[in-house]
């Protein structure tokens, strides 16, 4: 049994014996962090080439949605109690916008999670109706549009807390029976237990070993990083970053993800369920949403590491990985029609460095599917890639999430909105937006899934529609310069998503029906529109989730002499 602690009002700290996959968070070393900051002087800084805002084609002209005197976002009068236990939204300063934004804010601020009097995150879901599970705890994952939409609105403070309490969690040992985690992982999510007789609040987390099929949460680390240089951009604050424990932090989740081993390949070897897709669907491997989360990261990481001897040493490696890494998916990960005829030509059992089909792919596995999915122009990264084995599957997160790190080049980006226009009916249909594509059935269902009844064909991961992918959508579209998809897929989405009350997901090929077990008032749903709306109205958000191209980072984009017939 492992030790949990009790944060009584007093900031007195008791310790317990508990259960051992139990983690809780030790106030006395952590308060001078997260008193009140210093005044900064808060400067938005636009977040990509002007000229690319400028340029963009935008439907209809844009309107003064929210704003204020530093361009962040305001958007209630005020609302005054909201009788949930939880939260008391803020003053905002009302301007015309959709009817339905000032509901999102409002079911926003009551998901709001407190620790001892300050807010430290967003809960996944306020849905009553349904057994909670664990949708009542602050998923790493699940915060992010949250954070983002509080940065936009002008409060960095819940994301500060959040931050810096996920990197407390961080630093304690993580078992799972009797089995140590590296000290780099990031919880899962996290939990705060509420004891009203002994007036106190203790925070447990979760590492994985309270997840379906027991598995740590690799993308966890990858979200922190990046929401550290999103709060850094946004505020202009770069003095969290700098602090020793974040820096400490980074590192951490550096050296477990560049550690050396028995990899012939830069990616990162993962197993199933450790990501968004936290179910069996599988996506063990090299899988697309975990090896862009990765890139991503690995780049805002050189942004955030101090230039000191550790941070040095640390940053030199990352960017070795970069380099191999981005050469790596943009060649070997990429598919457009000409490609996906190559495949279909390969020959197989070929050896030495010589051989045109590197991992043994069997063009007989080729699926009938991807021939009528590929469009003439168009293309997309697939979701995995090992030896013998092509996972061709459209993935939204990571193929949106290559684009905003700049792992795709200017053109795959041009080719991804490309496919997702020519295929709107697949991936969109009447719910922004297929998780992945297209959904497995039958026997392939039967034996990939192990007959998982949440993951039917055309539901919750197995092809369900997410709304909270219209975030990563709309900063995706704004970035390859196609605004007028995000707001197709806006609009598309505002019809339905307060009359449902925020579900998680929706079912069916064209995400015609409310997801089976989906859960009500899902907040990255309610935060995920909210980010894409205000991105629309304000492209200079962007900047926060978005990194320019790396000239030094572009190789030639031809493929090694192996690559060519």
Request: aromatic fraction near 10%; charge should be neutral.
């Amino acid at each position: 049994m492992a030790p949990t602690f009790d944060g009584g009002q007093n900031g007195n700290i008791k310790r317990n014996d508990s259960a051992a996959s139990i983690f809780e968070i030790g106030e006395s070393d952590l308060s001078r962090l997260l008193e009140k900051p210093r005044a900064i002087n808060i400067e938005r800084k636009r977040s990509f080439d002007e000229r690319s805002i400028s340029e963009l084609s935008i439907s209809s002209p844009p309107r003064n949605f929210y704003k204020n005197n530093e361009n962040s976002s305001r958007v209630f009068e005020s609302f005054g109690s909201i009788h949930s236990g939880v939260s008391t939204p803020r003053s905002f300063h009302c301007v015309e916008t959709h009817p339905i934004v000032a509901e999102a804010w409002v079911a926003l601020q009551r998901s709001i999670v407190h620790f001892r009097g300050q807010p430290v995150g967003t809960i996944a879901a306020l849905d009553h109706s349904s057994e909670e599970l664990n949708y009542d705890q602050v998923f790493v994952r699940d915060f992010v549009p949250s954070a983002l939409a509080f940065l936009m609105n002008g409060e960095p403070e819940i994301v500060k807390n959040f931050l810096l309490k996920t990197l407390r969690l961080q630093s304690w040992e993580k078992k799972v029976d009797n089995f140590t985690l590296g000290a780099g992982v990031m919880p899962a999510s996290f939990k705060v237990l509420h004891d009203p007789v002994r007036n106190s609040e203790t925070i447990i987390a979760d590492f994985g070993e309270c997840a379906i099929g027991r598995v740590a949460p690799v993308d966890s680390g990858f979200w922190w990083i990046i929401l550290l240089r999103a709060y850094t951009k946004s505020t202009g604050d770069t003095s969290l970053a700098e602090l020793p424990e974040c820096q400490r932090g980074i590192r951490l989740i550096m050296t477990l993800c560049l550690s050396e081993g028995f990899d012939t390949f830069p990616t990162l070897l993962c197993a199933d369920g450790c990501s968004m897709i936290d179910r069996r669907m599988g996506v063990y491997g090299y899988p697309i949403e975990i090896q862009a989360l990765f890139f991503m990261a690995l780049r805002c990481a050189l942004l955030l590491l101090k230039q000191d001897e550790e941070g040095k040493a640390c940053a030199e490696i990352i960017s070795k990985r970069l380099h191999a890494l981005s050469y790596h998916m943009r060649n070997y990960f990429w598919l457009d029609i000409k490609q996906l005829n190559d495949i279909y030509r390969y020959k197989t059992e070929e050896y030495s460095h010589t051989a045109v089909n590197k991992f043994n792919v069997m063009p007989d596995s080729l699926p009938d599917w991807v021939f009528d999915f590929m469009p003439t122009r168009g293309g997309y990264f697939i979701g995995n890639v090992s030896p013998a084995r092509m996972d061709f599957r459209w993935f939204c997160l990571g193929n949106c999430v290559a684009i905003l790190s700049s792992l795709a080049t200017p053109d795959q980006a041009s080719a991804i909105m490309d496919l997702i226009e020519s295929r709107w009916d697949e991936l969109v249909g009447e719910m922004p937006l297929k998780i992945c594509y297209p959904a497995m059935e039958s026997h392939e269902w039967r034996i990939v899934t192990g007959c998982d009844p949440k993951n039917t064909s055309w539901s919750y991961h197995n092809g369900g529609s997410w709304p909270v992918l219209i975030w990563l959508l709309t900063a995706a579209c704004i970035k390859s310069g196609r605004p007028q998809l995000a707001r197709r897929a806006i609009e598309l989405a505002e019809t339905r998503l307060l009359k449902d009350h925020w579900p998680e997901y929706y079912d069916g090929k064209q995400g015609r029906y409310m997801g089976k077990q989906a859960r009500k008032n899902q907040t990255w749903s309610i935060a995920g529109y909210l980010v894409a709306k205000m991105m629309l109205e304000d492209p200079s958000h962007l900047g926060m989730i978005s990194l320019e191209e790396d000239k030094q980072m572009k190789p030639q984009m031809k493929r090694s002499a192996s690559w060519m017939c």
